[in-house]
């Protein structure tokens, strides 16, 4: 139990489960899951804590699935590209995830 408060600690940018945080950094993609969870805590005002769960999906699981809300499946991560994409539109920066979000009252 102490490990994973632990890992949750070591995300001094927001909340991180420790599945999450353990996927991504076997499939090189920590950086990006960091910048999520700081968009995600950013866009809410400090409400939300961070990403609340997820899974991986694909043939060689390369598509990483994110939940703002419980079992939202609000964020495709596609690891392989690098690719984010929040409610079925693409985002490169917080200006494009803020406006989404904001859009979809989340």
């Known amino acids: 139990m102490l490990k994973k408060f632990e890992e949750f600690l070591m995300i001094n940018e927001a ?9 991504s950094q076997r499939k090189g993609c ?4 960091k910048k999520i969870a ?5 866009a809410s005002g ?3 804590q961070g990403i609340s769960g997820g899974t991986a ?16 499946s609000e964020i495709y991560l596609y690891t392989d590209t690098d690719t ?3 409610c079925h539109d693409t985002v490169d920066s917080y200006q494009d995830f803020k406006r989404i979000w904001d859009e979809n009252e989340l």
Request: no cysteine; hydrophobic share 35%.
């Open 46 to 48: 400090g409400k939300r």
């Open 15 to 23: 909340r991180v489960p420790s599945n999450i945080l353990e996927f």
């Open 57 to 72: 999906i694909g043939k060689y699981y390369d598509t990483l699935v994110l939940d703002v809300n419980y079992q939202g």
């Open 30 to 33: 920590t950086s990006t899951v």
């Open 84 to 86: 984010i994409e929040f």
């Open 38 to 42: 700081k968009w995600i805590e950013k």
